[in-house]
């Protein structure tokens, strides 16, 4: 059996974001009357190591760190100052100080992914370019920030994949800290644990793979594959795409 480090080599090496979005289409199944999201992250755009969709910066999965963020003026959920060491902030250490933790503890050592989910509401930033500095020393090898980002010159010297929603020049202590870590996010309605499979594709967006799945994900991608690449190639040939997906799909 392939092991995760393995897996996700395969991943970034043969895939895209939207081959795996096919995929959780077919395996994932969401509640009635929802719609399925199939991983996909949102409205989220490149700001380092270049701004913008291209097809040069290279591809990154690892598993997620979380963190969550909240209103400065909220209390904490009890699960952070109940376990303060696992999912909490105590005194005196910034909330970057702990984005290789889990990393560290994972016995895949298959590095990490940091996500942060901040309130919409908001427009100062959360992520600028000391904590991409500090994610950079702790061997993070990308972010993916559900809200705003800035500093755009020192994230994009730091060469750290950082995708986000959008900038801000206000700093976080404006309106906003870190609540909780290690625990379920949402991104764009999308449920990110701490270790579900986060993949950014520079050209396709960013795409979340439940840890359970990634396995069944890497087996059926090549099938689907298959199937689009003969009906792609009869609709070349002069076949109507009614008839091919009816054909091949």
Request: hydrophobic share 40%.
């Amino acid at each position: 059996m392939a092991s995760l480090n393995e897996q996700l080599s395969t991943l970034v090496e043969n895939y895209t974001a939207c081959d795996v979005s096919d995929a959780l289409l077919k395996l994932q199944k969401v509640p009635e009357g929802s719609a399925p999201r199939a991983g996909y992250l949102a409205d989220l755009t490149p700001f380092s190591p270049q701004v913008g969709r291209n097809d040069t910066a290279r591809k990154v999965a690892a598993p997620a760190t979380t963190f969550k963020f909240l209103p400065k003026s909220a209390s904490p959920p009890s699960i952070a100052t109940e376990n303060p060491e696992k999912h909490g902030f105590p005194p005196g250490k910034h909330w970057v100080d702990y984005a290789g933790d889990f990393a560290a503890e994972d016995p895949s050592k298959a590095g990490s992914i940091i996500v942060i989910e901040q309130p919409g509401d908001q427009y100062c930033a959360v992520t600028g370019g000391i904590m991409a500095t500090r994610m950079k020393v702790l061997g993070i090898k990308a972010a993916v920030v559900g809200g705003r980002v800035r500093d755009l010159r020192e994230l994009q010297a730091t060469e750290l994949p950082i995708w986000a929603r959008a900038t801000s020049t206000v700093g976080t202590g404006a309106e906003a800290k870190a609540g909780v870590r290690n625990v379920p996010i949402s991104i764009g309605g999308v449920t990110v644990d701490a270790g579900d499979i986060v993949f950014c594709d520079p050209m396709e967006g960013v795409v979340v793979i439940p840890r359970d799945l990634l396995g069944p994900v890497l087996e059926l991608m090549p099938k689907l594959i298959s199937m689009d690449d003969q009906a792609k190639e009869a609709v070349e040939q002069g076949m109507t795409v009614t008839d091919a997906f009816k054909k091949f799909r």
